[in-house]
């Protein structure tokens, strides 16, 4: 017999750094959720990921139990590792705060294809470029034709 699902949490977490601290306790206490049982099992399996930002969506079962999956780092996240900015542009649209290749924009596409929701690498390098521009990164040359 499968569990009765209640209900899902979504949260953005820095990997390794699981505390019950807000949001995290609030968020899972108000549910009847096992905090530290969570923040034990999210901190286990995200030591690799140490320090970065992973949305994590957690299903939580009327028994209490629950489950949770780690997604990949939010596109916007990617893009300022990549260019080594703090923050995205203030006036995206008049200030240009960097550059990408579209090198690295198919390789943040590519490690983000899983978590996005389109089918072929070149709409989600288009998905990625528009997130860049609404940052105020530019992505330098023209868009690679795929035969």
Do not use: H
């Amino acid at each position: 017999m499968a569990k009765e699902i209640a209900g899902q949490i979504k949260l953005q977490v820095k990997g390794g750094a699981a505390n019950p601290s807000p949001p995290i306790g609030p968020a899972l206490g108000s549910k009847g959720i096992n905090i530290m049982e969570f923040c034990k099992q999210f901190n286990a399996r995200t030591q690799d990921k140490a320090g970065k930002i992973l949305p994590v969506v957690i299903t939580y079962y009327t028994d209490k139990s629950f489950d949770f999956i780690i997604k990949t780092p939010p596109v916007a996240i990617q893009l300022l590792e990549v260019t080594k900015q703090k923050s995205g542009s203030a006036e995206p649209n008049r200030k240009k705060i960097a550059e990408v290749t579209w090198e690295q924009v198919k390789a943040i596409a590519t490690d983000k294809m899983a978590d996005l929701n389109c089918f072929t690498i070149d709409s989600a390098m288009r998905m990625v470029a528009g997130t860049a521009r609404s940052m105020g990164i530019s992505v330098k040359g023209e868009f690679p034709e795929s035969n």
